[in-house]
């Protein structure tokens, strides 16, 4: 990324452009105004110059003033010409090599010229030009650094309120920019239950207390709906226990296994929300060790008696936990096996496991969003309650694996694990 790229120096770019053009516009309207005052004063001198000339010259007294001259052999064309139509004018030229002002007027067919030294004005001038440039340099360089040093803190304020939604969205719902809400002082009356209306409006304080606002009242919802789970799980263990206990008294027959198997699956709904409840609660802890992944997997495809076959590309000894892992792999082929297609592969290459079935794949939400309980997405994934996945995920961060669910480009779906290692086991 270019560091011109970033909020603060495009807000000090910015800042600094206009401070050019502002000093740039008012540099030009100063310098003209400062000119146009200096040279009408030279010129002022000129006029009257020539006033005195004329009169001298109309009453026939000599002078001896060097300045003053008929039709001079420097005298600039333009006020030669304006003198031949009969009127009086000034300019600035040259004579005899140096900046002057002449100012001339007709005088019995011919131009009484005088002039005056100009090169110590255009010194003066090009003095208050560098005073210009000077000062709005000055001006721009002040600007620009206050312009940094607010953009800065603006940048920072807000890469700051980035970073915690961030951390919302991974999850974490605990943090909190914490912007102080009277850091710039109160005035007003009181607002908000006792807080009083700040002085003036800070923007980036307002999106940092929204989003505030906002992961406050989503944690309140969430953990309201954990509670709510795990309430309803507990509230159906004892009575399934019960109903279970007293369908094994049915005599044989198959209104006992309609009931056994409706109970059975009710059972297993209750577990996999305790589950759930105990993996969102953070309580859950792994019992790490190092095991060969690839005997690991053989054993729990087999354990499931699911059909899938296991590919060992390469074996390697990763920290996990094995009850946890299998829990995890159990998972994704029940899931394979119930919403995919046959056949089902599991591909182990050093610490990471690939799954893969060919059926539907997953759908474009889960990808995007994950696994949500309750939801199973696109209907071409069969039914289900979608708790299967979602205590994948929920395993999979207890071991700190890196998951990752994906659709195969000729079709099917593909979850990968990868483990932490632990060492490699030669081929």
């Not at 300045?67 to 005899?96: F, I, K, Q, W, Y």
């Not at 105990?278 to 690839?294: K, P, Q, T, W, Y």
Request: hydrophobic fraction near 45%.
């Amino acid at each position: 990324m270019r560091v011109t790229s970033s909020l603060r120096w495009k807000i000090a770019l910015t800042t600094t452009a206009v401070c050019c053009a502002v000093a740039a516009v008012l540099g030009i309207l100063v310098h003209n105004v400062v000119a146009r005052q200096i040279v009408g004063e030279v010129r002022k001198d000129a006029d009257r110059d020539l006033d005195y000339a004329l009169a001298q010259y109309q009453y026939g007294t000599s002078h001896g003033d060097v300045n003053v001259a008929l039709d001079p052999p420097g005298l600039p064309a333009p006020l030669r010409a304006l003198v031949a139509r009969g009127r009086t004018g000034s300019m600035v030229g040259e004579h005899a090599g140096k900046p002057v002002m002449w100012a001339a007027a007709p005088a019995d067919d011919q131009a009484l010229a005088v002039w005056l030294p100009y090169e110590s004005t255009r010194h003066r001038l090009r003095d208050i030009d560098t005073a210009i440039l000077a000062s709005a340099a000055l001006a721009a360089g002040v600007v620009a650094l206050a312009g940094l040093f607010l953009a800065n803190r603006i940048s920072r304020r807000l890469a700051t309120t980035a970073a915690v939604a961030r951390r919302i969205s991974a999850g974490d719902l605990d943090a909190r920019v914490g912007f102080p809400t009277e850091q710039d002082g109160t005035d007003g009356p009181a607002e908000d239950g006792g807080r009083r209306r700040p002085r003036y409006r800070d923007e980036v304080r307002d999106v940092a207390q929204a989003l505030d606002l906002m992961a406050r009242s989503l944690q309140e919802r969430i953990e309201a709906e954990k509670r709510f789970t795990a309430d309803v799980a507990h509230e159906l263990r004892t009575p399934l226990t019960g109903s279970l206990a007293a369908a094994a008294l049915l005599p044989e027959g198959r209104p006992k296994e309609m009931i056994n198997d409706r109970l059975k699956a009710l059972h297993l709904l209750t577990e996999d929300l305790l589950e759930i409840s105990r993996l969102e609660s953070g309580v859950e802890h792994a019992d790490l060790a190092r095991v060969e992944l690839g005997e690991a997997v053989r054993r729990a495809v087999a354990a499931t008696r699911l059909e899938a076959s296991v590919r060992i590309v390469r074996d390697a000894v990763v920290l996990t936990d094995r009850r946890r892992l299998d829990r995890i792999l159990a998972n994704l082929l029940v899931n394979a096996d119930k919403h995919g297609e046959p056949p089902v592969e599991v591909t182990v290459e050093g610490p990471v496991v690939v799954v893969r079935d060919q059926g539907p794949g997953y759908p474009p939400e889960l990808i995007e969003q994950g696994p949500q309980r309750f939801r199973t997405g696109d209907p071409g994934r069969g039914r289900g309650h979608g708790l299967g996945l979602t205590i994948v995920v929920g395993q999979a961060a207890v071991l700190e694996i890196a998951l990752s669910f994906a659709n195969a480009p000729g079709g099917g779906a593909v979850t990968t694990l990868r483990l932490p290692v632990g060492r490699l086991v030669d081929d």
